[in-house]
């Protein structure tokens, strides 16, 4: 049962012993009025702040076992930014996570296919980014998350394993919605706070801090529909977190090999396994990219035989 659930039965409860107990219909009054307050208060701050896990559980970290991180960018693909950070990646041989738009991806689909078949993993960041679908019926919030998987599976092949919703936000029918979609919900572990801290150097700072064995690090190409960052600046956030990180130890694992938990050896091996596949896909075209999750596996799998 989520805390949902449970804030409800016991919300249910006391709206009873009020009732039953106070006879005073004045105090009756204030007394319901005060729980309902609190209640409908509950509700907002569990669709706000993921760390509650209110209506369903989100992924925030990993194993801490070892001094890995994974690396997530959500809000793309951006022409503008995708392809530089596509390029810093490449360069530094990390193999990290885009949680992808739909309508962008539509707009976008080379994009997709190249992040693909770069060896990084694509997951679903809703279909518009707005947030209505969080106070939508059941169907509508399922519509919202199918159309940016059909997208996706439509450019890659087959449908995203992983979701974020956008800023993190839930509502009461989004876990229906995700089984009946096979994702799984993943949030963070730290954040960039782009909009807060606008000089890549603070931003790098702040994360390298709070950084730890097994977080999951967001970072934003653009904020979806609301403002979009200097390309240079995108690429220098993304840059220095990776040496700031570097230099505390921490080694980078891509998302779904992390929530996986693998042996460190096998993490190791996937990393490069995945960018090589990649770069194997580039050099045939974009366009290839849809059978890029079935070599990967492939790859994969001989690397750990051998």
């Known amino acids: 049962m989520s805390r949902f659930a449970w804030s409800t039965v016991c919300v249910l409860v006391a709206v009873g012993l009020i009732l039953a107990l106070v006879e005073n219909v004045s105090y009756q009054a204030c007394l319901l009025a005060g729980l309902g307050a609190c209640y409908v208060a509950l509700l907002a701050a569990g669709s706000l702040v993921p760390r509650l896990d209110f209506y369903l559980h989100a992924v925030r970290r990993g194993p801490a076992d070892h001094p890995w991180v994974a690396l997530t960018f959500d ?34 689909p080379d994009l997709v296919a190249r992040a693909a078949a770069d060896g990084h993993l694509i997951g679903n960041h809703s279909d518009r980014h707005g947030y209505g679908w969080a106070v939508s019926s059941a169907e509508q919030i399922f519509a919202e998350f199918a159309a940016a998987s059909r997208t996706l599976a439509g450019i890659l092949g087959q449908p995203p394993r992983f979701v974020r919703t956008p800023a993190g936000v839930s509502s009461p029918h989004l876990a229906d919605a995700l089984q009946r979609l096979q994702l799984r919900n993943v949030a963070w572990d730290v954040r960039g706070l782009e909009g807060v801290y ?15 064995n097994g977080s999951i690090i967001l970072l934003h190409e653009l904020y979806y529909g609301v403002c979009h960052f200097k390309p240079g600046q995108v690429l220098a956030t993304a840059q220095l977190t990776i040496e700031r990180l570097r230099s505390r130890g921490f080694h980078f694992v891509r998302l779904d090999r992390l929530l996986e938990q693998p042996d460190h050896a096998a993490v190791s091996s996937d990393r490069n396994t995945s960018l090589e596949t990649g770069a194997l896909l580039v050099e045939k075209g974009a366009g290839q990219a849809m059978g890029y999750c079935d070599v990967a596996t492939i790859a994969s799998r001989a690397g750990r035989a051998g």
């Open 198 to 212: 606008r000089d890549p150097e603070r931003i790098a700072a702040w994360v390298a801090r709070r950084g730890r």
């Open 75 to 108: 809000d793309g693909p951006n022409p503008a930014t995708t392809p530089l950070l596509l390029e810093l990646l490449q360069r530094e041989r990390i193999p990290a996570a885009f949680f992808f738009v739909g309508e962008a991806a539509r707009r976008y």
